[in-house]
């Protein structure tokens, strides 16, 4: 195993199966040093665990933890492409929330996927990041994740 694998089990988590595309788009792609992944909700067996919006029926702790869900379905995207050990660091994630017009936590709600990655990845998980409030996102999900991360060379 490697360190990031080894990190994972250190953590008691599972990477899930990579969620099956509802479109023509793949749910992460390599260029060069880089993955990118696709917006990834978070599914939870195949399933939305919560859907709505955030300050109208879903509370900042609940959107944060499906943030947290939704960056881990994006480290399961990565690891689909080029495993997981291979990534040299977390360069930039970019979140989604469906919020009410009043709703101004969005950072708050990114926070789950924030310190998730770095509870995965140490210093090497610390990122460039954007919170986007937005009226509705897919399949009424409250949250929505995107990764950048950097891999090793030749991988």
Do not use: C
């Not at 023509?24 to 040093?33: E, T």
């Not at 195949?46 to 939704?70: E, I, M, N, S, Y």
């Not at 709703?103 to 995965?120: C, K, N």
């Not at 140490?122 to 009226?135: D, E, F, M, T």
């Amino acid at each position: 195993m490697g360190i990031w694998t080894d990190r994972l089990v250190e953590l008691g988590i599972t990477l899930p199966h990579v969620a099956t595309p509802v479109g023509g788009y793949a749910p992460a792609v390599r260029s060069g040093r880089y993955v990118y992944t696709s917006g990834q909700l978070p599914f939870v067996g195949g399933t939305l665990p919560v859907t709505g919006k955030v300050g109208d029926g879903v509370d900042v702790d609940q959107a944060a933890d499906l943030a947290r869900t939704a960056a881990l379905n994006a480290l399961a995207a990565v690891d689909a492409v080029v495993g997981i050990d291979a990534v040299v660091r977390v360069v930039r994630v970019t979140g989604f929330v469906a919020s009410l017009p009043s709703f101004t936590g969005q950072a708050r709600v990114l926070d789950g996927a924030s310190t998730f990655l770095h509870d995965v990845f140490g210093p090497a998980g610390i990122h460039a990041r954007s919170a986007v409030g937005l009226a509705v996102l897919p399949l009424d999900s409250p949250v929505e994740v995107e990764l950048q991360v950097e891999i090793t060379p030749g991988r």
